[in-house]
Structure formats: structure tokens, C-alpha cells
């Protein structure tokens, strides 16, 4: 019989879609139509344990599940045994201390004595400790941002995206103590045959994360401007160059990489360029 690879992912929550889409875009079709706890991808020897996400290192690190999609922030709070393979790039966000926005602490210094309430206590524990800071941790589990309103801390350590929960609750970031996204972890001792399933999978992942970070541009220059215009354009090997009916005109083709786009384009725009197409990649294998 065929070996399967156990993949754990998050059953509701922030991190189901992600992890979910990225499934379908490396081309594993699962159904989770009935709300199951475990399902069998049609096409690809994987099949998929829903779970919730503070569950997941443990389960890989007990080879209940081979490996997990999990913020890096609940692997290093749970401080289990297991791998970290792979980024999978969503699920972004930071474990960060916070304060009243009113009041008179400023630096983490200003910590010293005070009382943090956090779902964190291991990360934040470490943090303190490394700083030399003297301080009582209060572990809550839930709906920690109002703490400092109530009465029950000085401070919190708690997860922040786009910081509106902060701001709702007047309180303003202090310190960056962890970057978070998503990650593949793996259990240690996979099977030859796992390993096997689990390097295609990650092929695919690579494929598809590449795709997602880069755009394939087309554009159409006047023959003597393409040295400038290629210079700009760094490409997959260098840029493809067609000559268009109109004669000492050409078409350029290149692929550009999502973080300089808006740069790229202002500079193929003042080179000359015209007619700028800019497509989507589906995938993307190099
Ligand atoms: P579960 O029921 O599975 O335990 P949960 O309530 O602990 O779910 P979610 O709020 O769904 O968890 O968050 C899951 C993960 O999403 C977090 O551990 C973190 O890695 C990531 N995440 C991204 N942005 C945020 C955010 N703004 N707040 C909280 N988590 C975030
Ligand atoms: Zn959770």
C-alpha cells in the first residue's frame, strides 16, 4: 500500500483559508464539505486533519500528524520538538508588548515590577529574561487587550495585524518581540516514502509562493532605448525581446518581482517604455 502524508491544518480561524487556497493552488483537491475531522486528497497521496491550531506542533511532534501548517508563533509558544521547513507566506502578523496609549511607559525598561497579561507566557518569559527585566506575567486566554482597561495588567503581549484592535482599546505598541506567519513544520523521523511526498510538496509550494511574488511584464520600447530598458529588467535568465511589425520597434518580456513593481514600472515609464502589459503567473518553476 502506498504511504500517505498526514497534513494538519487549522479546522476554523485565520489560518483555514490560507492554508486551504494554497492546497488548491498546488494542485491537491480536497473536499471539506461535511466539516470532517479528516480528509483524503483525490489527486495527490496527502489527506488532511482539520485541528485546532494549539494542537497542531504536539500532534506532529507525536507523529499523530506528519506535518502542520501553523503560525511560527503558537511553534515557538508550544516549544515541541518538530521541524520548521518551509514559510508559507500568510497568517502575517507579531507577538508585540503594548501599553496604555495615555499613560507613563515608554520604554521596555519601564516594565520592571508591572504585571503583562498574555497568551504567551513562554515567549514572553524568554523576552524578559533577556532584557533583565523583573516582571509578573499573567496568562489569559482570551480577549487579552482589554486587560489594561479592567484593572488586570499594566501591560499585554498579544498578537497585532493591522493594529486596530490597539487602537480601539487605547493602547499603543511598544516592542516587536516576535514576526509571525504561517509554517510548514514536519515531524523529525518521516518514512523514506514521506520524505518523498513531502519534497514534491514542497516543490509545489515553492512553485506557487514564487508565482504569487512576481509578475510578468510586457512592454514595448523603441529599438534604441531596449540597453536602458533591459538593465532595468533582471528577469528569469534576461529579458526576451521581439521585433513588432512596426519597424525599430520592439516587444520586451520579462518577469519582475512584486517587492520592486512600483519602482520598476516609474523607471520603464521615464526609459521609454510603452504600452506596459502587467499579467499575473500562475506558476512559476525554475
Ligand atoms: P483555534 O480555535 O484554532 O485555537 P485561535 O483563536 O487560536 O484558533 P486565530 O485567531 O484563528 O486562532 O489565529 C490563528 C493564527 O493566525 C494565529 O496564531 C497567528 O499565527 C495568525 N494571525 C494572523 N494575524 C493575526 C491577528 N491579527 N490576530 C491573531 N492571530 C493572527
Ligand atoms: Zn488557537
Redesign the pocket.
Known amino acids: 500500500m502506498q504511504e500517505i502524508l498526514r497534513i494538519a491544518v ?6 483555514y483559508e490560507g492554508s486551504m487556497k494554497l492546497l488548491k493552488e498546488c494542485g491537491i483537491e480536497i473536499s471539506n464539505g461535511n466539516n470532517q475531522l479528516r480528509v483524503t486528497a483525490a489527486n495527490f497521496p496527502v489527506e488532511v486533519f482539520f485541528l ?3 494542537d497542531i506542533p504536539e500532534y506532529v511532534q507525536d507523529a499523530v500528524a506528519d506535518i502542520g501548517f501553523v ?1 511560527e ?2 511553534v515557538t509558544e508550544s516549544n515541541k520538538q518538530t521541524d520548521s521547513i518551509e514559510k508559507l507566506g500568510f ?3 507579531r507577538l508585540s508588548i503594548a501599553v496604555p496609549k495615555n499613560g507613563n511607559m515608554r520604554t521596555v525598561s519601564d516594565l520592571e515590577g508591572k504585571k503583562i497579561a498574555t497568551s504567551y507566557p513562554f515567549i514572553l518569559s524568554n523576552f524578559l529574561k533577556e532584557r533583565n527585566i523583573t516582571a509578573s506575567i499573567h496568562e489569559i486566554s482570551g480577549s487579552v487587550e482589554i486587560a489594561p482597561k479592567i484593572g488586570l495588567a499594566d501591560a499585554i503581549c498579544d ?3 493591522s493594529g486596530s484592535t490597539l487602537f480601539t482599546n487605547e493602547l499603543k505598541e511598544m516592542e516587536v518581540i516576535l514576526s ?1 506567519e ?1 509554517v510548514l513544520i514536519s515531524n523529525k523521523e518521516l518514512s523514506a516514502n514521506k520524505k518523498i511526498i513531502l519534497e514534491s510538496l514542497l516543490f509545489r509550494i515553492r512553485s506557487v509562493k514564487k508565482a504569487r511574488n512576481n509578475k510578468y511584464v510586457l512592454l514595448n520600447a523603441p529599438n534604441y532605448k531596449l540597453d536602458t530598458i533591459c538593465s532595468l529588467l533582471p528577469g528569469m535568465k534576461s529579458p526576451t525581446i521581439l521585433p513588432l511589425a512596426e519597424s525599430g520597434w520592439s516587444s520586451v518580456h520579462s518577469v519582475i518581482n512584486e517587492s520592486d513593481f512600483w519602482n520598476v514600472i516609474e523607471k520603464l515609464k521615464v526609459a521609454g517604455a510603452q504600452g506596459i502589459l502587467i499579467i499575473p503567473i500562475e506558476k512559476m518553476i525554475v
Do not use: E
Not at 487549522?10 to 489560518?15: D, F, H, P, T, V
Open positions: 487549522q479546522k476554523s480561524g485565520r489560518l485546532r491550531d494549539d503560525g508563533n503558537v497568517g502575517k502578523c498578537l497585532v495585524s509571525s504561517a
